[in-house]
């Protein structure tokens, strides 16, 4: 006999699969393998309680506040613990229940259907700006062509393409002086039809730079206010074009003056639903959700955000993650932004594990080779 302590990061249908489990047992071992930690807030001390029997009734269970059996006070947060296969369980038992029961119901469902992403796409950064906080990445004219070539090669899908940098305290710029910086880019990626061989996206809130981007062969807008201008949305409905809908606390000016949440994940998933509900009212029909990393959040934010990233995946849309040699790796290990590339991939790598499908990044090369090996060791 030979036993053997598994990783609980494999992909177990396939694991099955190779067992010669049968289809239908599969999936229904693979809902007992999984567990899922469910953070519930401000639940009704009576549904608590009900909760907590019923789910030690089918071997979960709920972690509750001191008190909660006596009632000692009308709400209480609570931590659910439960597989897969007991999550669908008592999404059924508690549709009949009272006490908000009903609503935590839908929800659990909702969590069940959640599906990480199977492939991830690396999208390079060109800027086209002299003042970008990382100096690999600015690049003009025929310059930035041959890069975007390189990029190509290394492996790259998508290529997103700015004029204007979005750093704290960085300088604002006329919009004629963006679309001077972009538009050489533009007409060049046309020219050589280079939208042939990747996607290109505009990193940009401006509609005038905007709709010569898409013009020019650009399919994605990648758009750092959320879509705070309905002008911006008309663009992108015109071009039928997919939006990068990022969440930013103030502006790029002020964004890091003392940036305060009460609950992170909920007023940042409440922000991407709210925004992708106006993308779909104007039309747009593809959406990819950017929590904003180092984009008015601190350290311990941009951390929570990156740990718990599955948690917006409950809003049904594709997650890009940007945290390429930002502050954030500096302020664990005081680096330079040259001296981030290690840190990069970390966070990126546990962005993909927990849900990220696209990794914006200045380093091409190391991502799509990092990411050979994760998929080669999660598989």
């Keep these: 006999m030979v036993v053997e302590k598994l990783n609980t990061e494999i992909d177990i249908k396939r694991f099955l699969e190779h067992l010669g489990v049968d289809r239908g047992g599969v999936s229904i071992l693979a809902s007992k393998a999984k567990i899922h930690i469910v953070s519930i807030k401000e639940l009704n001390v009576g549904g608590a309680n009900i909760l907590k029997q019923d789910a030690l009734s089918i071997g979960a269970d709920l972690a509750v506040p001191r008190g909660t059996v006596v009632a000692k006070t009308p709400k209480v947060d609570c931590l659910l613990i439960a597989t897969t296969a007991q999550l669908q369980k008592l999404s059924r038992k508690e549709l009949a229940q009272p006490f908000g029961l009903k609503e935590l ?134 071009y039928k074009a997919k939006v990068v809908i990022m969440h930013m606390q103030g502006k790029p000016k002020t964004m890091q003056k003392k940036p305060k949440y009460t609950n992170i994940l909920d007023e940042v998933s409440s922000f991407l639903s709210s925004r992708a509900s106006k993308a779909k009212e104007f039309g747009i029909e593809s959406i990819v959700l950017d929590v904003g990393i180092g984009f008015g959040k601190t350290l311990e934010d941009n951390l929570m955000l990156i740990k718990h990233m599955e948690h917006f995946l409950a809003l049904g ?16 290990d005081n680096s330079s932004v040259e001296k981030r590339l290690g840190g990069t991939l970390a966070i990126h790598l546990e962005a993909v594990r927990n849900g990220a499908s696209i990794v914006r990044v200045h380093d091409v090369y190391e991502h799509s080779q990092a990411l050979k090996l994760y998929k080669a060791l999660v598989l």
């Design 317 to 332: 849309y594709p997650l890009l993650v940007g945290a390429s040699r930002k502050s954030m790796i500096g302020h664990i």
């Design 105 to 238: 119901a839908a929800k659990l469902k909702t969590i069940v259907h959640i599906k990480k992403p199977e492939t991830v796409e690396v999208m390079g950064i060109i800027n086209a700006n002299d003042d970008s906080f990382f100096s690999g990445s600015r690049f003009t004219n025929e310059s930035a062509i041959k890069r975007i070539e390189q990029m190509i090669e290394e492996g790259a899908s998508i290529i997103d393409i700015g004029g204007v940098s979005s750093a704290p305290n960085a300088k604002s710029v006329s919009i004629e002086e963006e679309l001077s910086r972009v538009k050489p880019i533009c007409d060049l990626i046309q020219k050589h039809k280079l939208y042939e061989k990747a996607t290109f996206s505009i990193d940009s809130f401006e509609p005038e730079v905007i709709e010569y981007a898409l013009k020019s062969g650009f399919t994605i807008v990648n758009d750092i206010t959320g879509l705070e201008s309905d002008a911006v949305c008309r663009v992108a409905a015109k």
